[in-house]
Nanobody, 115 residues
Framework: QVQLVESGGGLVQPGGSLRLSCAAS????????MGWYRQAPGKQRELVAR???????NYADSVKGRFTISRDKAKNTVYLQMNSLKPEDTAAYYC?????????WGQGTQVTVSS
């Protein structure tokens, strides 16, 4: 099982930026896909952004043009750069990995966008 540790959440004003990090316990070369999901209170967990081994990415429509997912294979880390944040981006953000048919989750990091 892959262990994932997220960091970088916090409180930010609307229009601000944050970068989330997700460190994996194994080489991300061995992981088929990594992604960021979020869950707001009373809502279902939803995909925010995902990157597969080839480097191909996909994003939720609500974050396209504002969020960017990237990876540093040397550090076994995936990032989510979030710009132009909106109050509706407020949620717990979770890192996920898919390897050999198994999905692993991090513990989550809270992002709050408020003035």
């Amino acid at each position: 099982q892959v262990q994932l540790v997220e960091s970088g959440g916090g409180l930010v004003q609307p229009g601000g930026s944050l970068r989330l990090s997700c460190a994996a316990s194994v080489s991300i070369f061995s992981i088929y896909a990594m992604g960021w999901y979020r869950q707001a209170p009373g809502k279902q967990r939803e995909l925010v952004a995902r990157i597969i081994n080839s480097g191909s990415t996909n994003y939720a429509d609500s974050v396209k043009g504002r969020f960017t997912i990237s990876r540093d294979k040397a550090k076994n880390t995936v990032y989510l750069q979030m710009n132009s944040l909106k109050p509706e981006d407020t949620a717990a953000y979770y890192c996920s990995s898919e390897r050999d048919g198994f999905r692993s989750w991090g513990q989550g990091t809270q992002v709050t966008v408020s003035s």
